[in-house]
């Protein structure tokens, strides 16, 4: 009747509801993908290698650092923390109380470009390693000074180790069961073996060891000590130092990686702005890249062509050819990019 008094007596019909437009579908992801994460944004910059450029950005929670790859490459592991920024020269009384809630490692699907979800971690996560089976995450749980194993599926809690204090790098030695946890407080990498349950040595490091990058046999570790501008080589076999390198006054070496064909190990030094690159069958300097501000993550493409930092202070990720030596694009991400990691899609 509603109707046909309105019509009748010359009124005008509601307008009819008008439907939501639908959700653009989410960009592709990137066939060559590089992932940066940015502690003080809370995200993670997805920039596609081929176009140098950021294709999405996916909120992660706070302060996203460390980063891993499921070895199936179809999940990123990300460490997330709910402790205030304390840099060094800082008085941590003067900073608010943390945020347990936040503490997690988040779980990233490659393909939708999506946050899964968020494990449990132990408090203060920093950096995380992912095992070669893809079932087991090792965290280094900075502000506790352990290093927890949880289950990748359900986050179950498996163990955890006693390190020293502020452990960070945590990096899984090739073709083993053994994880290297680095202890910035005590100067040392401790050796872990999981199969036997069981700290087996810590390996002196030099000052403020920030992490460890392996060559792809496994026969040697490659850590940095920031704070005595050197890199500690050990022999994996006898987890000796086999020797010291000394990078010079002013350097302060943080993040490695091995070239593919592990030729070279390339170390950001922060402050120092540099990328160093080491040979391995000498064991010394032999370059120094320009690379940008701060530059701390650091990760390379399969093809060992490029070479990839994330600059904290300047929000970009530097691109380096490393057959050139040079900067070929800097691309501008989130807030405080700090960890860094190169995928190609399966």
């Not at 064991?283 to 890249?289: A, L, N, Q, S, W």
Request: negative net charge; proline residues 10%; glycine residues 10%.
């Amino acid at each position: 009747m509603l109707a046909l008094c309105v019509s009748a007596c010359g009124g005008e019909a509601p307008p009819a509801k008008s439907e939501a437009p639908p959700s653009p579908p989410a960009p592709a992801a990137p066939a060559v993908g590089v992932y940066a994460t940015n502690e003080q944004s809370g995200d993670m910059s997805v920039i596609d290698a081929a176009t140098r450029s950021v294709v999405a950005t996916i909120p992660l929670g706070k302060r996203p650092r460390g980063i891993a790859v499921s070895p199936d490459r179809r999940k990123l592991y990300v460490a997330l923390s709910g402790s205030p920024a304390a840099p060094p020269g800082v008085d941590e009384k003067t900073l608010p109380p943390p945020d347990r809630s936040a503490d997690g490692i988040g779980v990233v699907d490659i393909l939708t470009q999506k946050l899964l979800k968020v494990l449990p971690s132990g408090s203060d996560p920093e950096q995380v390693a992912v095992m070669p089976d893809g079932r087991r995450l090792i965290v280094a749980n900075e502000d506790a000074g352990k290093a927890s194993v949880i289950d990748a599926n359900t986050g179950e809690l498996i163990e955890t180790f006693e390190m020293g204090k502020e452990p960070e790098g945590v990096t899984v030695e090739p073709n083993s069961e053994r994880v290297w946890v680095t202890s910035e407080d005590e100067g040392a990498a401790y050796v872990l073996d999981l199969a036997g349950h069981r700290v087996v040595r810590a390996v002196p490091a030099g000052a403020r060891p920030r992490s460890i990058a392996f060559l792809p046999d496994g026969s040697k570790a490659y850590i940095p000590s920031e704070n005595g501008a050197t890199v500690a080589v050990i022999d994996t076999k006898t987890l000796a130092v086999a020797k010291v390198i000394q990078l010079g006054s002013g350097m302060r070496p943080m993040g490695t990686v091995s070239s593919p064909d592990g030729s070279i190990i390339y170390v950001s030094t922060g402050r120092s702005k540099v990328v160093l690159m080491i040979d391995t069958k000498e064991d010394r300097e032999v370059g120094m890249i320009e690379a940008g501000q701060r530059p701390w993550g650091i990760a390379i493409s399969k093809d060992g062509k490029t070479l990839y930092t994330a600059n904290g202070p300047s929000n970009d990720v530097s691109v380096i050819d490393t057959a050139s030596k040079t900067v070929v694009a800097k691309i501008p991400v989130g807030t405080g990019p700090w960890g860094i990691a190169v995928v190609e899609r399966p």
